[in-house]
C-alpha cells in the first residue's frame, strides 16, 4: 500500500536466531501496529506504538519485541525464533485511532 | 474487551447470487467497526467503516453493511456476487473515539464463487 513498506517479504530462518522485522511509513502517523495472521486465528496484535520511544503490548506479545526511534520506523524483533512464530506478519498504520488503517503488504515469515 | 465473532469459516454462493458475511461484536464502548478484503498472498484493503454516523454504510466494489446495535451485528452484502469477489473477509472493532490499541479481528471467511 502506498505509503507504508515492509521488509523483508519473505524470509527463511532458522530456531534460535534473532530476526527483525521493519515497517516503514511515510504518512507521518502516530500509530503503528504489528500483527500476525495465521489461519483460523485472523489477526492478532502483537505490539503497538503510540509515539517515538512509546510501545505497548498486544494479544500475542510473548517471544516479540518492538522499537520506534522515528516516527516512521517501527522494527519488531524476534529474539529467538521458533517455530510457532512462522507466520505472516502486517504492519500497520493510523493517523487517528478507530478510524482508518492502512496495511502494508506483509512479510512472511518461516521458521525451520 | 471487545471481540468478534464472523459466522462461517467459508461461505459458498453461487455467480449472482446475493452474498451475506455475518459479523457480530462486543465492545463495552460505543464501536467503530469496519470490513477489510484480502485476496490471495495480498495485504488487507478496506471495503467499508462504520465511524457511529450512518448505520447503512456503503464501500467499494458493490459492499454494504448496517450497524444494528440491538443485535450487536455488522453483517456484510453484496446484491449480486461477482467471480472476483472469491476472498477472504474479515470483521473488525475498535474503540470509538479512543484508544491507541488498534483493531480486533474476527478469525476471516472465505467467500467462494461458484460459477
Not at chain 2, 33 to 50: E, I, M
Request: charged share 15%; aromatic share 12%.
Amino acid at each position: 500500500d502506498a505509503g507504508i513498506t515492509q521488509s523483508p517479504r519473505h524470509k527463511v530462518t532458522e530456531t534460535g536466531t534473532p530476526v527483525t522485522l521493519r515497517c516503514h511509513q511515510t504518512e507521518n502517523h502516530r500509530y503503528m501496529y504489528w500483527y500476525r495472521q495465521d489461519p483460523g486465528h485472523g489477526l492478532r496484535l502483537i505490539h503497538y506504538s503510540y509515539g517515538v520511544k512509546d510501545t505497548d503490548k498486544g494479544e500475542v506479545s510473548d517471544g516479540y519485541s518492538v522499537s520506534r526511534s522515528k516516527t516512521e520506523d517501527f522494527l519488531l524483533t524476534l529474539e529467538s525464533a521458533t517455530s510457532s512464530q512462522t507466520s505472516v506478519y502486517f504492519c500497520a498504520i493510523s493517523e487517528t485511532t478507530g478510524v482508518g488503517y492502512t496495511f502494508g503488504s506483509g512479510t512472511r515469515l518461516t521458521v525451520v | 474487551a471487545q471481540s468478534v465473532t464472523q459466522l462461517g469459516s467459508h461461505v459458498s454462493v453461487s455467480e449472482g447470487a446475493l452474498v451475506l458475511l455475518r459479523c457480530n461484536y462486543s465492545s463495552s464502548v460505543p464501536p467503530y467497526l469496519f470490513w477489510y478484503v484480502q485476496y490471495p498472498n495480498q495485504g488487507l484493503q478496506l471495503l467499508l467503516k462504520y465511524t457511529s454516523a450512518a448505520t447503512l454504510v456503503k464501500g467499494i466494489n458493490g459492499f454494504e453493511a448496517e450497524f444494528k446495535k440491538s443485535e450487536t451485528s455488522f453483517h456484510l452484502t453484496k446484491p449480486s456476487a461477482h467471480m472476483s469477489d472469491a476472498a477472504e473477509y474479515f470483521c473488525a472493532v475498535s474503540e470509538g473515539g479512543g484508544g491507541a490499541d488498534g483493531l480486533t479481528f474476527g478469525k476471516g471467511t472465505h467467500l467462494i464463487i461458484q460459477p
